[in-house]
């Protein structure tokens, strides 16, 4: 994360925020990334993710892939932490794992309050599933893809 995008994250977070105001910065940030051309069906979506959930394009809390946005795992994490999530605990399911071939299945549980049981979540990676650019690095991947689907 740049310097820019941090300071971007906590000025949108320093007590109640302006949605509007985020959501113009979003639309600026996203017509800079895409050219002039914000599709409508892109700035319905854009409206959304902003409006409901707070996310900020500039904090790199989402993308777009393929037309479509997306939002990372910093905004994901960050969404919890603004919702005051009490805790994310990581586990592998040993039963499915096989380290010699760099197969990993892990299991995420998110903790909203401390009266929850939590909400759970998998996530695997193989050598098959993930990029050239990451491989080698599958448990670490098969915990992003858990802690996010939780």
């Given at each position: ?13 320093k ?15 996203a ?5 002039e ?10 409206k959304?993710?902003?409006?409901d959930?707070g ?8 993308q777009?892939?393929?037309a479509?946005w997306y ?23 040993d ?18 309050s ?8 998998y ?7 993930v ?7 599958e ?7 858990a802690?996010?689907?939780?």
């Open positions: 994360m740049t310097e820019h995008q941090s300071r971007v994250g906590r000025e949108n977070r007590g109640p925020f302006d949605k509007e105001k985020l959501l113009q910065q979003n639309i600026r940030a017509k800079r990334t895409l050219g051309t914000l599709i409508p069906r892109l700035t319905a979506h854009l959304t993710l902003t409006r959930f996310f900020s394009i500039q904090a790199g809390e989402m777009i892939i393929n479509n939002v990372t795992h910093t905004g994901l994490l960050r969404l919890a932490r603004r919702k005051r999530c009490r805790g994310i605990h990581v586990e592998a399911v039963s499915l794992c096989d380290p010699a071939v760099n197969r990993f299945v892990l299991k995420a549980t998110v903790f909203p401390k009266e929850s049981a939590g909400f759970v979540g996530g695997d990676a193989d050598p098959s599933n990029s050239l650019l990451v491989r080698g690095a448990m670490r991947i098969a915990e992003t893809r802690v996010n689907r939780a």
